[in-house]
């Protein structure tokens, strides 16, 4: 695991809940002098912890490896906030409406940030009949792909997963498409507004 719990977060989380040292101490039954401990940084908490611990805080074990609480205030599911976690371990594509701590294969994952596409990383659409069929000129070999298509509306999203020495295409129903999405192996996510 790339990351773990820190004291400085332990600290901050518990002071935004007013709680004392002594109080989240109570919770996890563990000793006032424990979490002291924790939070400068003179020892860690024992894994067998971190639920009891996550759950005191008020937040999941994932927020809490990463140090940081997710208070989605996207109630409604704006899909502009919409957001794609590529796992480099084992290629998992994770979609998620608003923001997200996200984790795979043991490691928390960056959300994909889309970039405009350039030559190598072209993205062609061509309506056809009700639907946007999607291509691209970049070469689908073993070490460097396309790993997947993704199509945006406000209504949710479409993914087609790609594979290696495989056509790179795909086929998107149209209705209130906005965004097309290309994400290459090697070089992250590439979007165009349709």
């Given at each position: 695991m790339d990351k773990y719990v820190t004291g400085a977060a332990?600290?901050?989380?518990?002071?935004?809940k007013k709680m004392t040292?002594?109080?989240?101490?109570?919770?996890i039954f563990v000793?006032?002098?424990?979490?002291?401990?924790?939070e400068t940084g003179a020892g860690f908490p024992d894994?067998?912890?971190?639920?009891?611990?996550?759950?005191?805080l008020g937040i999941s074990v994932i927020e809490l490896l990463s140090g940081e609480n997710i208070n989605n205030g996207n109630r409604s599911s704006d899909m502009r906030k919409a957001g794609f976690y590529v796992c480099p371990v084992c290629g998992n594509v994770i979609y998620s409406?608003?923001?997200a701590v996200i984790s795979c294969c043991g490691i928390t994952l960056p959300r994909a940030v889309p970039e405009v596409p350039d030559d190598d990383h072209g993205i062609h659409v061509e309506p056809v009949?009700?639907?946007?069929?999607?291509?691209?000129?970049?070469p689908m070999t073993k070490d460097h792909y396309i790993s997947f298509f993704a199509a945006l509306s406000d209504q949710g999203v479409q993914i087609v997963k790609q594979y290696p020495e495989g056509n790179a295409e795909a086929r998107f129903k149209r209705p209130r498409v906005s965004k097309i999405y290309a994400y290459c192996n090697r070089h992250g996510l590439f979007s165009i507004i349709v």
């Open positions: 332990v600290r901050r989380l518990r002071e935004e040292q002594e109080e989240l101490a109570d919770k000793s006032p002098k424990t979490v002291s401990k924790w894994i067998s912890l971190l639920e009891s611990l996550a759950e005191a409406v608003g923001e009949e009700d639907e946007y069929y999607v291509t691209t000129d970049h």
